[in-house]
């Protein structure tokens, strides 16, 4: 009887703690879209840019996916890059844009959502 209410117990805090887990993970189709940014912050081509913060979401996101959306992320920052290295005038600045506009407003927008949200709420 002992072991059964351990088990409840462990049951009950293991669901108190899911939905903080939900609350900061994004969707699959954010994670590819963060996941091309993070090939355009590393490519060379479009000048420096720190990646570090992108590369540490997408890794940090990255857990647990589906290995068919593992697969997604990875090429799209595979295909990011490899635009990003063969773009000439408009598209690089295209590129850039990107990289500097929506890129840069997504990972300050998860950072911030997942500052404002409480540990264990």
């Known amino acids: 009887m002992r072991i059964l209410g351990l088990a409840i117990a462990a049951v009950l805090a293991a669901s108190a703690t ?3 887990f939900a609350a900061d993970r994004i969707s699959d189709s954010e ?3 963060a ?4 090939g355009l912050a590393k490519a060379a081509n479009l000048g420096a840019s ?8 997408v890794k ?3 857990r647990g996916r589906d290995p068919l959306v593992q697969q997604r992320v990875e090429g799209a920052e595979q295909a990011a890059r490899s635009q990003a290295g063969k773009a000439k005038d408009a598209l690089k600045a295209s ?3 990107e990289r500097d506009g929506a ?4 990972v300050s927008a998860s950072s911030t959502a997942s500052a404002a949200t409480p540990a264990g709420a």
């Open 18 to 20: 899911a939905p903080a």
């Open 31 to 33: 994670l590819v879209r």
């Open 35 to 38: 996941s091309r940014c993070l």
């Open 50 to 57: 720190d990646a570090t913060a992108l590369q540490a979401f």
């Open 60 to 62: 940090i996101q990255s």
């Open 95 to 97: 590129l850039i844009a």
């Open 103 to 106: 890129c840069k407003a997504l």
